[in-house]
């Protein structure tokens, strides 16, 4: 049980960007529950690192988030295990083209599954817990949420309503509760999806001209979930300026 030490559940946290926010919140002080969906043998080489550092830390917990039973069903098991939930950050994410003429409701299902419908249920079920802790959100959003990106019009308005999401649960769940986002812009490049082969015109149009990494965009969260305290329905570009050029 953890009993003084706060507790955070990362959704997609067991690789890439996700991995370096419960990594960094994890030496922030936090005890974690590592979210995956697929990503089993990261999760548990992540946890088995982390639990050197501090031994009954974690929790790993496996879920297709596009399934609703197991959204409130995670919350429980971060409740039963913890005793307490301190913060959620809603990072995992499907990005995949959906060129208009190719679109299927199947594509959209899954897009808005991700990025949009699974932390909205998530942060309901999680809501009564983070209100008891004063605790806080943050929404991995993204910067195409109000720049369009050809060929992603789906995924575009999944990160939108994302982002709207974001301002609503913040005036929703206030006081108690602090609603925030952060918006990454270069910072790992798709496993999927675009391809990318303008990188470097894409980096040269960048106001700091320099892509970022996955440490800037887990800064942003822990100062978002600590330090931020009058802080609330706010959308943090870590986009080294891109979104001026865009």
């Not at 079920?125 to 004063?134: D, M, Q």
Request: glycine share 8%.
């Amino acid at each position: 049980m953890s009993e003084t030490r706060p507790v955070v559940l990362v959704t997609g946290a067991a690789r890439r960007v996700g991995a370096t926010i419960a990594r960094v919140l994890h030496g922030a002080g936090y005890d974690l529950a590592i979210h995956h969906r697929q990503s089993g043998v990261e999760a548990a080489a992540l946890q088995a690192d982390l639990e050197l550092s501090r031994p009954g830390s974690t929790l790993v917990l496996q879920a297709e988030l596009a399934h609703f039973d197991r959204l409130p069903e995670m919350i429980a098991q971060v409740i039963g295990r913890f005793g307490r939930l301190d913060a959620l950050v809603n990072n995992a994410s499907a990005f995949t083209p959906t060129p208009v003429g190719t679109a299927t409701p199947a594509m959209w299902d899954a897009l808005f599954a991700s990025n949009a419908r699974a932390p909205f249920f998530l942060s309901q079920a999680a809501a009564p817990h983070l209100k008891a802790a004063g605790g806080a959100i943050v929404n991995l959003v993204d910067i195409y949420a109000e720049r369009p990106l050809k060929e992603h019009t789906i995924y575009c308005m999944a990160k939108a309503a994302l982002a709207m999401m974001t301002l609503s649960l913040a005036r929703e769940l206030g006081p108690e509760v602090r609603v925030n986002g952060v918006a990454p812009g270069a910072v790992l490049w798709p496993e999927a999806g675009k391809a990318y082969a303008d990188q470097q015109t894409l980096i040269a149009n960048t106001a700091l001209q320099r892509s970022g990494s996955p440490d800037d965009v887990a800064e942003a969260v822990r100062w978002l979930l600590i330090d931020a305290r009058y802080t609330t329905g706010q959308i943090i570009r870590v986009d080294g300026g891109r979104v001026l050029a865009i």
